[in-house]
């Protein structure tokens, strides 16, 4: 776990990412000289091998904390680690969201002879740097894999009504064999890049970070390990092309079909609506990402997903505000 811990003391908000790309450089060019990494507008992009199609895994370098005392440190206690300064006896944030993907990344271009790895620079204040990639570096990838999601079983299909993949990749990986189920979530990186043009399937999957963007923030290391071992297997196991082009809500196709199972709200065609489940999971996605947002806020973000009454909906808010209050006084 060392490179982990490494990882994690290293700060690097938004825009101030500059020691983590010079970390992973460094790391390269000790443990992968073989390896091409270029850099271009505040990205990496790092290519080992030589091959026709290419696995590929995407991760961000950024975290929202936007403070490490001088004496922060990693600590592991009951299969947990958590990041911890004595000084001021209080826990800080470990950018797990998204070292922990990161760390992944690494583990898997020293493990592997062909991989493709691209990290974003200001993925957390608006995915900037997966807005300007560079995607001629993904024409040759039979897919792409990104490790950005709370907690430990979910694989993320769609994102912000942008749908990610085919349902042959969903079948060809399998996630059941590694405890994960399809869920929808919000944008990070693989969803900008299919707006930019991305051609082959993308996820986005849990690897075992919780209560991210707060101080309180901590891993599971047995859901970080579960992870790395399902994208160790599709990179052994996957190595067909995996093609999809994404259609916006308005166009012709999508998740859901056509137009049949679109559903009219305001004046406006929107995906089927949301399950309870997925509805209370997005509300949730939506808290622990935007900590000070009210409940009419978080309404107002989840109202195209659902035909419910907004009484029902606020109720479904304030429900889930409680539970996690709940488990933020019990941590």
Avoid at 90 to 95: A, D, H, I, N, S
Avoid at 264 to 282: S, V
């Amino acid at each position: 776990m060392e490179l982990l811990k490494q990882l994690y003391g290293i700060h690097s908000p938004s825009y101030g990412e500059k020691k983590m790309k010079k970390f992973i450089k460094g790391w390269c060019r000790y443990n992968i000289p073989e390896a091409n990494v270029v850099a271009e507008n505040g990205n990496l992009y790092i290519t080992k091998g030589d091959a026709e199609t290419y696995p590929c895994i995407v991760a961000h370098l950024d975290q929202v904390q936007d403070k490490h005392s001088d004496d922060f440190r990693c600590y592991v206690s009951d299969g947990k680690v958590y990041g911890f300064s004595v000084k001021e006896m209080r826990m800080e944030g470990l950018g797990a969201d998204d070292k922990n993907g990161i760390w992944i990344a690494l583990k898997c271009l020293l493990q592997y002879d062909v991989m493709k790895v691209a990290f974003f620079m200001g993925e957390e204040v608006g995915c900037v740097g997966s807005g300007k990639a560079n995607m001629e570096f993904f024409e040759d990838c039979r897919w792409v894999v990104q490790c950005d999601r709370r907690d430990g079983g979910d694989l993320i299909s769609m994102a912000s009504c942008v749908d990610l993949c085919s349902q042959d990749f969903l079948d060809a990986i399998e996630m059941d064999r590694f405890g994960y189920h399809e869920e929808h979530g919000l944008m990070t990186d693989v969803m900008e890049l299919k707006e930019q043009g991305l051609k082959v399937s993308c996820v986005n999957m849990s690897c075992g970070y919780h209560r991210p963007h707060t101080d309180g923030e901590y891993t599971v290391i047995s859901e970080l390990m579960n992870c790395r071992r399902f994208v160790e297997w599709i990179v052994e196991n996957v190595t067909d092309v995996y093609p999809h082009e994404y259609a916006d809500s308005y166009g012709a196709y999508g998740k859901y079909g056509k137009y049949d199972d679109y559903y009219d709200f305001d004046g406006w065609y929107h995906y089927k609506p949301a399950t309870d489940d997925e509805l209370a999971n997005l509300i949730a996605d939506y808290m622990w990402g935007w900590e000070e947002a009210t409940d009419e806020e978080i309404y107002e973000n989840v109202r195209y997903y659902t035909n419910r009454p907004k009484a029902d909906v606020m109720t479904m808010i304030r429900a889930c505000r409680n539970e996690m209050q709940v488990m933020h006084n019990a941590s």
